[in-house]
């Protein structure tokens, strides 16, 4: 009666891990305080910051302002804000700091626009006049909504996805990591000879997804 010789079936190797634990929570959080952030205040920006009253051949009428015509600011950086959001993920190193710190900066510089922006009278003012035809015409009964620092909020969450980005964007991927600068993909290693009389060197070759038989 012959003996058989167990030969160890290796296990699969374990897929190697692109992004850490910690690296993925920072992206994902990144991600969603960025487009929720943009979303905000882009949204907002478009509702009526400030109310009141012009007067208009004896009487009044009402005139209102809304983000846009305070301040285009946080408009404009929520817009620059989340593109650099995703031109993270097209640069590395230098230039992936670079634009995560353009990131914070537009939620920063966002978010103080929409805090100037919530005492601002001279966009009323503005239509006043042109309501009236009176260039000298002024509003009375001048009223904010809590919209600028919905805006200013809003912002902050852009400001933060930037400071995960610059605190974190060294373990993020990067799109198109598989190819080189040249576009072509990177040319693996040669695979190891397999030795047929050798069982080991099959179970190898399988679990590579290689044909063992190949070549002979």
Request: glycine share 14%; net charge positive; aromatic share 4%.
């Amino acid at each position: 009666m012959g003996y058989v010789s167990a030969v160890p079936v290796p296990q699969p190797r374990a897929a190697r891990v692109a992004v850490p634990t910690g690296g993925r929570r920072s992206l994902a959080a990144a991600l969603l305080l960025g487009a929720l952030g943009a979303t905000v205040v882009l949204l907002s920006a478009g509702q009526i910051w400030a109310e009141g009253v012009a007067s208009v051949g004896g009487g009044t009428v009402p005139v209102e302002a809304d983000g846009g015509a305070v301040t285009g600011v946080p408009t404009a950086l929520a817009i620059v804000g989340l593109a650099a959001l995703f031109a993270v993920f097209a640069v590395r190193r230098t230039g992936r700091t670079l634009v995560a710190a353009l990131l914070a900066l537009s939620g920063a510089g966002a978010a103080l626009a929409a805090v100037l922006g919530a005492t601002d009278s001279a966009a009323l003012d503005a239509e006043a006049a042109r309501i009236s035809g009176d260039t000298a015409a002024a509003v009375a009964g001048l009223t904010h909504t809590a919209w600028p620092y919905v805006t200013a909020a809003g912002a902050v969450l852009i400001l933060l996805a930037g400071l995960l980005a610059l605190r974190f964007g060294k373990t993020w991927p990067a799109m198109g990591g598989r190819y080189e600068r040249s576009g072509t993909p990177r040319t693996g290693r040669k695979a190891p000879t397999v030795d047929p009389d050798r069982p080991e060197d099959l179970w190898k070759a399988l679990d590579r997804g290689e044909d063992p038989t190949r070549g002979e």
